[in-house]
Nanobody, 121 residues
Framework: VQLQASGGGLVQAGDSLRLSCAAS???????VAWFRRAPGKEREFVAA???????DYADSVKGRFTISRDNTKNTVYLQMNSLLPEDTAVYLC?????????????????WGQGTLVTVSS
């Protein structure tokens, strides 16, 4: 599976962005997620959506970000509202091959190349 993330950019604090992650084949039966890597920091979990519709968010984005998927388009989205400077990072989409811990990046077998989000204060 190849994943192509897009939608990043430079915005001001309080603005919104919608990231997209297009898959080269059907991913409806898998858990999909967004992670991010801020400058000088480790990769961190942002949000995940299982094939059954269960959603998990990192506490830092809960209430501001929304993950969704369109299985007819093999695409995963991340709607980001009320962006903060600390949201600045490269955002990575991923598809989980197996396992039940959606927050564990090592359970994800396919990764997109990432899209950069920069939030200015």
């Amino acid at each position: 599976v190849q994943l192509q993330a897009s939608g990043g950019g430079l915005v001001q604090a309080g603005d919104s962005l919608r990231l997209s992650c297009a898959a080269s084949q059907r991913i409806g039966g898998y858990t999909v997620a967004w992670f991010r890597r801020a400058p000088g920091k480790e990769r961190e979990f942002v949000a995940a959506l299982t094939s059954g519709g269960r959603i998990d968010y990192a506490d830092s984005v809960k209430g501001r970000f929304t993950i969704s998927r369109d299985n007819t388009k093999n695409t995963v989205y991340l709607q980001m509202n009320s962006l903060l400077p600390e949201d600045t990072a490269v955002y990575l989409c991923a598809v989980q091959l197996s396992g039940t811990n959606a927050r564990n990046p090592f359970l994800y077998g396919y990764w997109g190349q990432g899209t950069l989000v920069t939030v200015s204060s």
